[in-house]
């Protein structure tokens, strides 16, 4: 905070330029954000119409920092975080501080560690310079867990010859679907809940992807089918 006092003074005009044409406050108290180096200038002026004129000049330390809000990615998988520094911030002595340190598996102690939790987890940075300047964020990683997400059903597991039963996977509008074996015995091959006739027992083998992340869940069925009974003559 800027404070500027006097005895007599009835108006104040602070601005951070010479000829007071950006007036920043008239209050006699100012609170400055200099992004780097700034010359602050102060008039005051009396009843009688006097006035008189100030200076200073304020070096800022601040940190700056930036941090996306969150990130995802797939279970299992890593992703590398990086925080945006301002160019005054980049010149100092920083040091970086994350919690929680689970699932940070490098670089725990910089500007772009890398991540791999088990769950979505939410981390806090410090960040503070040789000044004892601090900055602080959070982070969101959240973590894809189709194994979750997915179930896997039939209507049937057990039928007879030829006939039709529904494979039911859940279905989301993101995701693609591939089962196999793709033959005549399975109405679509790129659907969630596809018809099958199996002749014969038959593991029908499903693989899902998330088609914005990439994320690949895999999974399987079996539908069992009843032999034809023989009927022999007497």
């Known amino acids: 905070d800027l404070i500027g006092t006097s005895n007599s003074a ?3 005009t602070w601005s951070d330029q010479p000829d007071y044409q950006n007036v920043l406050s008239n209050q ?3 609170t400055a954000s200099p992004n780097n180096h700034a010359t602050y200038y ?9 006035t ?3 200076s200073i000049d304020i070096t800022s330390y601040a940190v700056l920092a930036e941090l996306e809000a969150e990130v995802t990615l797939c279970y ?4 590398q ?3 945006i520094l301002s160019p005054l911030s980049t010149m100092a002595d920083l040091q970086f501080t994350w919690s929680p340190q689970d699932g940070i598996v490098i670089d725990n102690n910089t500007a772009t560690p890398v ?4 769950d979505s987890t939410q981390y806090f940075i410090l960040i503070e310079n040789q000044y004892g300047c601090q900055d602080a964020d959070t982070i969101q990683v959240i ?3 189709m194994e979750m997400l997915v179930e896997l059903t039939a209507d049937l597991d057990t039928n007879n010859v030829g006939e039709l039963v529904q494979l039911n996977a859940t279905d989301t509008q993101d995701w693609l679907y591939n089962w196999t074996p793709c033959d005549e015995t399975i109405e679509a091959c790129n659907t969630a809940n596809p018809y099958v006739a199996p002749e014969v027992t038959t593991t029908y083998y499903i693989e899902i992807e998330d088609s914005n992340l990439g994320c690949i869940y895999r999974d399987s069925i079996t539908i069992f089918v009843l032999e034809k009974s023989r009927c022999e003559e007497p």
Not at 42 to 50: H, N, T
């Open 143 to 145: 973590v894809l867990d």
């Open 28 to 30: 006699p108290n100012f």
């Open 42 to 50: 102060l008039q005051v002026s009396d009843d009688a119409g006097c």
């Open 76 to 79: 299992g998988d890593s992703i």
């Open 10 to 12: 009835i108006e104040f």
């Open 52 to 54: 008189i004129s100030d």
């Open 81 to 83: 975080v990086e925080v």
């Open 115 to 118: 991540f791999s939790p088990f």
